[in-house]
């Protein structure tokens, strides 16, 4: 009875009103209401099986089965329109009857009232021809506040196919990013709770808006009208870092400039002579002129397609040794000879025949399943991770299931003829050694699990052509990739390049771009993308323009204690390990030895093997294979940059510290050491050196002093020298790029 009097009470509450019982909708009220409660989420009764015997589609993605559930299962106790109040979707809800949810609603709340009404009108479904959500506006889409301000309102309007719209502030299902930076009331007030930046996630029905809040303490506007601007770049940077009230780091001196540029497009480190041409040099354009030869040098073509091997999969166990091989030797000439990026990815894509004789069509032999297939495209080429819509809509994204079945279609009939003589791989029976034939097979076709028919072929976000019996579709696509008028493409790219110059992706992770991870500077990573397919979609051209901006070339160090706390504005440059083909390379480089690898000739970098091969694997157990694989090297089985591993560990120290590699390079005795010995350098020459070779600069004062003074009162000059060797090269300064 009480129940059902404070039933009349809870429309009194209600921000808006319902006229009448009979026009409330269960897509666009009651399934709302199911959304904000968290009862079809992934933890709740959205999950695979669903909790209790109680099953509802993932983020109400399909009304039609979860009214079935709420209104015939269970004897249709759920719902029972002669007692509304009696029904176990509002007892349970409310938390009258034991719930392991706990409580969701109380019986004055806005959802409680909307679910009742409904139960009491019939439990109706919806007319088929009533309208369809077609967008949704939250405002304000971002919002920063600085204390004492604490708190501000949202508001989410939802726009409709019949042109009508309606605020549903009280329906929607509000979540953050990050925990502990604020929380939000049923009626839409975001409170701060700290200081910090998150993100608010908007879902009303099938879509998804992001609001972007930063709670601000009370710091003083930093003073930036001197800061000198070298292009768009820096103007966008400081204007966000002005609104932030964080200043930027100063610009940092030469010798770490040159390092970083040397590691960031080479994957190496100057010599000693190109370190002391640099430094004398009074020309104030010496860092473009430097840029500029660099982005000519073979080097960065080698290193830069290790970045593309990585992701294309490009590795021993699927394409073997030779398809490996010449695979990375088309990367690197494509950038070698600055292809456009877009005609690269069309080259790939649109590759068939022979995987010696037609390098990319290596990529289509190592993904051999035509969802594996989509879902790579779409995360190398396009940003999208749609792995999630294989088995139902995608929680967090736009992508259905229809459309994941719909771009794997595209992919379908991609099929292999192994020549004749081809063999099966002795450590590996299900792989082949040898070469294979990429063609397509007209008859096969994406069957979609659901409906068990062939799934027609889309384009994700576009309008695809109509494909006949015969159609081409991977030359469809790859056209569609690098149109320059495709939304998605141009902002991978630069997404990706400004990652590996600057440590971390404008959207991060760099490959996963969707309303709900929005860009940390939307407007930078617009003007890039557009600039980027201005220019021809060049790489070299992007990468120069990146590192001739004054927020690449920032110092890692400041003084202003707000600024050290910014890892995602870019007011100061990233410090980073060095992955672990520049480490090796620069540990060869300083030691002035080969690091030998197996089946490759002496002398050979670290950034020139194909891909070593994995350990155990043919014989490569080698101690330079080893050591990539303690330092993160991906063994590119999956098609994106987070397989590569830089967190340091116990492992890594024992390498550097006792490793049997270290050791024997460190005693070698024609190493650096023992040749400047051989040659009867004095200590304060080998000295330098070794300061130049290793990190770009000369010993400071203090530093010459003491090591000095150790060396002259050394009884073995050679085993102290050993160990200055070995200390400079285990220095956090040698190790990190910064």
């Given at each position: 009875m009480i129940a059902r009097f404070l039933v009349p009470l809870a429309f009194v509450f209600l921000q808006q009103p319902l006229a009448q019982a009979a026009e409330v909708s269960f897509e666009r009220d009651v399934m709302p209401v199911l959304s904000r409660a968290g009862c079809n989420s992934g933890a709740c009764h959205g999950n695979l099986n669903g909790k209790g015997g109680f099953k509802l589609s993932l983020k109400g993605e399909d009304p039609a089965t979860d009214l079935a559930a709420l209104t015939r299962e269970m004897l249709a106790r759920r719902t029972?329109?002669?007692?509304?109040?009696?029904?176990?979707?509002?007892?349970?809800?409310?938390?009258?009857?034991?719930?392991?949810?706990?409580?969701?609603?109380?019986?004055?709340?806005?959802?409680?009232?909307?679910?009742?009404?409904?139960?009491?009108?019939?439990?109706?479904?919806?007319?088929?021809?009533?309208?369809?959500?077609?967008?949704?506006?939250?405002?304000?889409?971002?919002?920063?506040?600085?204390?004492p301000a604490d708190r501000f309102s949202v508001t989410v309007m939802a726009h409709f196919s019949d042109g009508s719209k309606r605020d549903v502030t009280h329906l929607a299902a509000f979540e953050f990013t990050a925990v502990g930076i604020a929380k939000i009331t049923p009626a839409g007030e975001v409170i701060r709770e700290a200081t910090g930046e998150t993100v608010l996630l908007v879902r009303y029905l099938t879509q998804l808006a992001p609001v972007r809040i930063v709670f601000l303490p009370d710091r003083p506007i930093p003073e930036m009208g001197?800061?000198?601007?070298?292009?768009?770049?820096?103007?966008?940077?400081?204007?966000?870092?002005?609104?932030?009230?964080?200043?930027?780091?100063?610009?940092?001196?030469?010798?770490?400039?040159?390092?970083?540029?040397?590691?960031?497009?080479?994957?190496?480190?100057?010599?000693?002579?190109?370190?002391?041409?640099?430094?004398?040099d009074a020309d104030p354009k010496k860092r473009e002129r430097l840029i500029d030869s660099l982005l000519k040098r073979p080097e960065f073509a080698e290193y830069w397609a290790q970045k593309w091997s990585d992701l294309l999969r490009n590795e021993e166990k699927s394409l073997d040794k030779k398809g490996v091989a010449v695979f990375y030797r088309w990367i690197a000439a494509q950038i070698a000879a600055d292809r456009p990026l877009n005609e690269f990815a069309r080259d790939i894509?649109?590759?068939?025949?022979?995987?010696?004789?037609?390098?990319?069509?290596?990529?289509?032999?190592?993904?051999?399943?035509?969802?594996?297939?989509?879902?790579?495209?779409?995360?190398?080429?396009?940003?999208?991770?749609?792995?999630?819509a294989r088995c139902h809509n995608h929680p967090f994204d736009r992508w259905t299931s229809d459309e994941y079945y719909g771009f794997s279609a595209l992919f379908a009939r991609i099929d292999y003829r192994i020549s004749d003589n081809v063999k099966k791989d002795k450590f590996d029976k299900h792989e082949f050694v040898g070469e294979q034939f990429v063609f397509q097979n007209r008859d096969a076709e994406m069957i979609h699990p659901r409906t068990k028919k062939p799934a027609t072929p889309v384009f994700l976000g576009a309008k695809a052509p109509k494909f006949g019996p015969d159609s081409d579709r991977l030359s469809?696509?790859?056209?569609?990739?690098?149109?320059?008028?495709?939304?998605?493409?141009?902002?991978?790219?630069?997404?990706?390049?400004?990652?590996?110059l600057m440590g971390r992706g404008l959207v991060d992770p760099n490959d996963d771009f969707r309303a709900t991870n929005p860009p940390t500077n939307p407007e930078l990573l617009d003007y890039l993308a557009k600039d980027f397919a201005a220019g021809g979609f060049h790489l070299k051209r992007t990468v120069k323009q990146i590192m001739m901006s004054r927020t690449y070339q920032l110092a890692s160090t400041v003084r202003e204690r707000t600024t050290m706390g910014d890892d995602l504005h870019h007011s100061h440059a990233a410090v980073m390990p060095l992955e672990a083909e520049q480490l090796l390379d620069a540990l060869a480089q300083v030691m002035d030895l080969p690091v030998p690898?197996?089946?490759?000739?002496?002398?050979?970098?670290?950034?020139?093997?194909?891909?070593?091969?994995?350990?155990?694997?043919?014989?490569?157990?080698?101690?330079?294979?080893?050591?990539?694989?303690?330092?993160?090297?991906?063994?590119?089985?999956?098609?994106?940059?987070?397989?590569?591993?830089?967190?340091?560990?116990?492992?890594?120290?024992?390498?550097?510290?006792?490793?049997?590699?270290?050791?024997?390079?460190?005693?070698?005795?024609?190493?650096?050491?023992?040749?400047?010995?051989?040659?009867?350098?004095?200590?304060?020459?080998?000295?330098?050196?070794?300061?130049?070779?290793?990190?770009?600069?000369?010993?400071?004062?203090?530093?010459?002093?003491?090591?000095?003074?150790?060396l002259a009162a050394a009884k073995n000059r050679r085993a102290v020298w050993e160990d200055v060797l070995w200390a400079v090269v285990n220095s956090k300064e040698f190790l990190l790029r910064r």
């Amino acid at each position: 009875m009480i129940a059902r009097f404070l039933v009349p009470l809870a429309f009194v509450f209600l921000q808006q009103p319902l006229a009448q019982a009979a026009e409330v909708s269960f897509e666009r009220d009651v399934m709302p209401v199911l959304s904000r409660a968290g009862c079809n989420s992934g933890a709740c009764h959205g999950n695979l099986n669903g909790k209790g015997g109680f099953k509802l589609s993932l983020k109400g993605e399909d009304p039609a089965t979860d009214l079935a559930a709420l209104t015939r299962e269970m004897l249709a106790r759920r719902t029972d329109p002669l007692h509304p109040a009696e029904s176990l979707m509002l007892l349970k809800g409310t938390g009258r009857v034991p719930h392991e949810g706990g409580s969701r609603f109380s019986p004055t709340s806005t959802e409680y009232a909307a679910i009742h009404a409904w139960i009491a009108a019939g439990c109706r479904p919806d007319k088929g021809d009533g309208p369809t959500l077609s967008r949704l506006d939250v405002a304000p889409a971002a919002k920063i506040l600085i204390e004492p301000a604490d708190r501000f309102s949202v508001t989410v309007m939802a726009h409709f196919s019949d042109g009508s719209k309606r605020d549903v502030t009280h329906l929607a299902a509000f979540e953050f990013t990050a925990v502990g930076i604020a929380k939000i009331t049923p009626a839409g007030e975001v409170i701060r709770e700290a200081t910090g930046e998150t993100v608010l996630l908007v879902r009303y029905l099938t879509q998804l808006a992001p609001v972007r809040i930063v709670f601000l303490p009370d710091r003083p506007i930093p003073e930036m009208g001197t800061i000198p601007v070298n292009n768009e770049i820096d103007r966008l940077v400081l204007a966000q870092l002005r609104e932030l009230r964080l200043k930027p780091a100063d610009v940092a001196p030469d010798h770490i400039f040159l390092r970083r540029a040397f590691l960031d497009t080479l994957g190496l480190l100057p010599t000693p002579d190109e370190t002391r041409a640099f430094l004398a040099d009074a020309d104030p354009k010496k860092r473009e002129r430097l840029i500029d030869s660099l982005l000519k040098r073979p080097e960065f073509a080698e290193y830069w397609a290790q970045k593309w091997s990585d992701l294309l999969r490009n590795e021993e166990k699927s394409l073997d040794k030779k398809g490996v091989a010449v695979f990375y030797r088309w990367i690197a000439a494509q950038i070698a000879a600055d292809r456009p990026l877009n005609e690269f990815a069309r080259d790939i894509l649109a590759a068939s025949g022979s995987t010696y004789a037609n390098p990319p069509a290596n990529f289509w032999r190592a993904i051999r399943e035509p969802t594996q297939r989509a879902e790579a495209v779409a995360q190398v080429f396009l940003g999208i991770r749609m792995g999630c819509a294989r088995c139902h809509n995608h929680p967090f994204d736009r992508w259905t299931s229809d459309e994941y079945y719909g771009f794997s279609a595209l992919f379908a009939r991609i099929d292999y003829r192994i020549s004749d003589n081809v063999k099966k791989d002795k450590f590996d029976k299900h792989e082949f050694v040898g070469e294979q034939f990429v063609f397509q097979n007209r008859d096969a076709e994406m069957i979609h699990p659901r409906t068990k028919k062939p799934a027609t072929p889309v384009f994700l976000g576009a309008k695809a052509p109509k494909f006949g019996p015969d159609s081409d579709r991977l030359s469809a696509i790859a056209d569609w990739i690098a149109s320059p008028g495709n939304p998605f493409f141009a902002r991978t790219q630069v997404n990706r390049i400004w990652l590996h110059l600057m440590g971390r992706g404008l959207v991060d992770p760099n490959d996963d771009f969707r309303a709900t991870n929005p860009p940390t500077n939307p407007e930078l990573l617009d003007y890039l993308a557009k600039d980027f397919a201005a220019g021809g979609f060049h790489l070299k051209r992007t990468v120069k323009q990146i590192m001739m901006s004054r927020t690449y070339q920032l110092a890692s160090t400041v003084r202003e204690r707000t600024t050290m706390g910014d890892d995602l504005h870019h007011s100061h440059a990233a410090v980073m390990p060095l992955e672990a083909e520049q480490l090796l390379d620069a540990l060869a480089q300083v030691m002035d030895l080969p690091v030998p690898f197996s089946g490759y000739p002496l002398g050979i970098r670290a950034n020139q093997v194909p891909a070593p091969p994995q350990s155990g694997r043919r014989g490569s157990d080698g101690m330079g294979e080893r050591f990539l694989k303690t330092f993160g090297k991906p063994d590119r089985l999956l098609t994106c940059e987070c397989e590569r591993n830089d967190d340091p560990g116990l492992l890594q120290a024992f390498q550097l510290i006792t490793g049997e590699l270290m050791n024997d390079m460190i005693r070698a005795t024609d190493n650096r050491v023992g040749k400047m010995l051989s040659a009867g350098k004095t200590d304060a020459e080998m000295l330098d050196e070794i300061y130049l070779a290793a990190l770009c600069r000369k010993p400071t004062e203090i530093e010459t002093k003491k090591l000095l003074a150790l060396l002259a009162a050394a009884k073995n000059r050679r085993a102290v020298w050993e160990d200055v060797l070995w200390a400079v090269v285990n220095s956090k300064e040698f190790l990190l790029r910064r």
